[in-house]
């Protein structure tokens, strides 16, 4: 996870001057995307014939329109992105059977041990995974939207085992506009399907540059993040791989013998990768139908968030929920600060970060011969440099290249940078360091967030009780020195999981009643593929190659999900989206391997809802929930509802099942909690003044047929809970089906007086065997607002003003 480094890097270029900004005129039409909802049956052909008609009305010539549309949607949905001007943007928007007019934006990228951590063994059955995971996801078809692919990598070559293409597969392997992507010997048997899409990325910010190698005009990967998350997802068994050296073991994906269908989204701009919503709605559209099973998208854009059918992501998720398809979203990398989780649709699948059991623990051994251990992935150490603190090589003492006294001013020294010294991250302080000629960097940083990561220049992470501890040491020593160890990998010797400082928390921003994120799976120094040609840390100074890399960020956690979820859809193919994702969020679990409450990195609490969802991913348990909680058209005409939309709007967005559908909203239109009552694997209660009753529905996919699940429900502080029936008896079923269904009724009244603080509890049922997990997170909300202005009279001021500012 490469947080800060493009604006660090770009810093760094313009200083140097190697860096330009190209200008584009203002009076260029900006890429906007006209979504109109399903194709009501009509063929691609049609669905395009009639995008253009619409666009004509707003054109004085056919051939004007024509050339505006850089994409049709016209197979998963109906759409289309063209270059428009705000004037015909406007008028479009207010066009009869248009659901949004939006522009398109340029989303951010949210950047082997963790199977076997998760109980994924490769050839181990064990009595609890009995033969339903060694299918090993066999048939499925992953699409990842991402940076595309390195198909020589050793995750995705072919293999006799894996069978003959699915039938079911409509998809095709493109040979794009250069040389860099040969169908014939790309793509194979595991990897079935490869596109690539550019219209909207270049519209909006000019040509992609490929001189030297800088990209590829194909599904090529240029910047190595779709080679890693194609390979965590779904990558064959590849034997003896590491990082350097670090991290040896068997690679593998969470469902090896699933088929992988990569579209190249995301392209190498500004020194990281950029993504169109344009060119992200039109893979979708593909990959609805090219027959993909799920979807893995780590990509996304921080808050403010846009409403869910004015983004390409919800949009395509939508329709693929509709279809059947599981789509998997990463959180974003921008915790851990409240309510900036990305990603927050009900119908897709929001995956948190955290760490695994292995660490890569780097001693370092100062002059007066104490040690002290810190992290890094130094595979052949350091010998013995000198040490100097940061205000000897920065003027300021903050690490960072404005304030850099001198080019040489960190000549062949170790410089100790503490990230509290000002606004700098471990990747900064290192090239700044670089910058000054200097040998590495040890960059001290707070317990909560302290982790390794390499950043090309030799960087050793501690917290700040050992920087301080290191600081000490130089200023009471004449010539302070210190060497570094080479690094070990250690695992099984530090309690895990732990929420990633980085990972983004909720609540939604936007859909409070909807838990996001909603589960928490590995994402920390995540070994996978990676291209050679590329560099493992993105920094072009950084001449290294390897073919396999440590990455770290809620884009590493989200295809674990996605493996999880084609390993279910192998097992259960006729599961629903809705389905698969409560069985992963109802068998997820809140504590670390030491029976402990898992903490949310970046603080020093446990973690809660908000920092992990319903808790971190339990894969084996997750393929036998025993009760699901499904969600049909019906289900999201409500919802849609609830969020203000007709009924002739919903008639263009839902697709219906075999039945008529029924598309009035009840009531004339949405209560204060008509959202928290889809039927959704957790409840949340947001704005809590007087009791509240919510129902949930759940089915029977248990293996043993009949049985009966009691509840056990803890309430959250300040609120009282009652569930009724506190039992559901199932009858046994025949032929292997399963499917019946019980609702049951919460009531959650307010216990206390309150006005913003939220509360956490849960409801489980179980039958002895099955443990099915449901959160409950309530806000209460009943202290009258003249209550809230007397308090705040009281402690500033009966003027309402600060004492302070009077």
Known sequence: ?????????????????????????????????????????????????????????????????????????????????????????????????????????????????????????????????????????????????????????????????????????????????????????????????????????????????????????????????????????????????????????????????ARLAVYKVCWYKDLTGRCSDADILAAFDDALCDGVHVVSASLGSPPPLMPLFATSTEIGAFHAMQRGVVTVFSAGNDGPDASLVQNVSPWGLTVAASTIDRRFPTVITLGNNASIVGESFLVDGMKEKQLVESSSVFADGTCTFDQLISRTAATGKMVLCFATAGPVSSEGAAVAVYAGNGDGVIFADTITRKSSQDNFLPTVHVDLHQGTQILYYIRASRKATVRISPSKTVVGKTPAPVVAYFSSRGPSSITPHILKPDVTAPGVNILAAWPPKSSPTGIPLDTRSTDWNLDSGTSMSCPHVSGIAALIKSVHPTWSPAAVKSALMTSAYMYDDTSDVMLAGGTLKAADAFDVGAGHVDPLRALDPGLVYDAGPRDHVLFLCALGYTAAQIRQLVLPDASPLDTTCPGGGAGPHAAGDLNYPAIVLPDLSAPVTVRRTVTNVGRGGGAVYRAAVASPQGAHVEVWPRELAFNPYHGGGGGETASYYVTVAPAKASRGRFDFGEIVWSDGFHRVRTPLVVRVTNLPDDAVRADTAAATGTTGYSQAAA
């Open 1 to 257: 996870m490469k947080v800060f480094l493009p604006l660090l890097l770009v810093v760094f270029a313009l200083s140097f001057g190697v860096y330009t900004v190209q200008s584009t005129p203002g009076s260029r039409a900006d890429v906007h995307i006209v979504y109109l909802g399903h194709n009501n049956g009509l063929s691609p052909s049609l669905t395009s014939e009639s995008h253009l008609q619409l666009l004509s009305r707003i054109f004085t010539k056919p051939d004007e329109a024509r050339e505006a549309i850089l994409y049709n949607y016209n197979c998963g949905f109906s759409g289309f992105a063209a270059l428009l001007n705000s004037t015909q943007a406007s008028t479009l928007s207010e066009t009869e059977g248009v659901i949004s007019v939006f522009r398109s934006r340029i989303l951010e990228l949210h950047t082997t041990r963790s199977w076997d951590f998760m109980g994924l063994n490769l050839h181990t059955q064990t009595e609890q995974s009995s033969e339903m995971h060694l299918k090993f996801g066999a048939d499925v078809i992953v699409g990842v939207l991402d940076t595309g692919v390195w198909p020589e990598s050793e995750s995705f070559r072919d293999d006799p085992h894996y069978g003959p293409i699915p039938s079911s597969w409509r998809g095709t392997c493109v040979k794009g506009d250069d040389s860099s992507f040969d169908p014939a010997t790309a793509c194979n048997r595991k990897l079935i399907g490869a596109r690539y899409y550019l219209a909207g990325i270049e519209a909006e910010m000019g040509p992609i540059d490929t001189t030297g190698g800088a990209e590829y005009r194909s599904p090529r990967d240029r910047v190595g993040h779709g080679t890693h998350t194609a390979s965590t997802a779904a990558g064959g068994v590849a034997r003896n791989a590491s990082y350097f050296g670090l991290g040896r073991g068997v690679a593998r994906g969470g469902a090896p013998r």
